[in-house]
């Protein structure tokens, strides 16, 4: 599966911003989607994923409440919607993709991924 991020951009702390993850080629209703996110001088880390063929969420501790994932119905775009932005979510996010029915926060288990955009929030 192909995957590409877009809709990053330099914001200011408090704003919302709304970055799409276009997944094309292999679409198996198995596959689940998630979001990464790097900081400079940081490991890669996870933000949330959503399961492909249903509605299930989840999302790390430091954005619960803050960021939904969503997706739309042709099953070929997943958004990550990003509100109340502080500084440090600045970071490089990435989307990808694992043919399995359930999240996970560990990198290696994606096969897929997209090439990643930036999102700076100023403080």
């Known amino acids: 599966v192909q995957l590409q991020a877009s809709g990053g951009g330099l914001v200011q702390s408090g704003d919302s911003l709304t970055l799409s993850c276009t997944v094309s080629?292999?679409?198996?209703?198995?596959?689940?989607v998630a979001w990464f996110r790097q900081a400079p001088g940081k490991e890669r880390e996870y933000v949330g994923g959503?399961?492909?063929?249903?509605?299930?969420?989840d999302y790390a501790d430091s954005v619960k409440g803050r960021f939904t994932i969503s997706r739309d119905n042709t099953r070929t775009r997943v958004t990550l919607q990003m509100n109340s932005l502080k500084s440090e979510d600045t970071a490089r996010y990435y989307c990808?993709?694992?043919?399995?029915?359930?999240?996970?926060?560990?990198?290696?288990?994606?096969?897929?991924w997209g090439q990643g955009t930036l999102v700076t929030v100023s403080s």
């Open positions: 990808a993709a694992k043919r399995a029915l359930y999240t996970s926060t560990q990198r290696s288990d994606y096969t897929d």
């Open positions: 080629g292999r679409t198996a209703a198995r596959d689940t």
């Open positions: 959503i399961i492909w063929s249903g509605v299930n969420t």
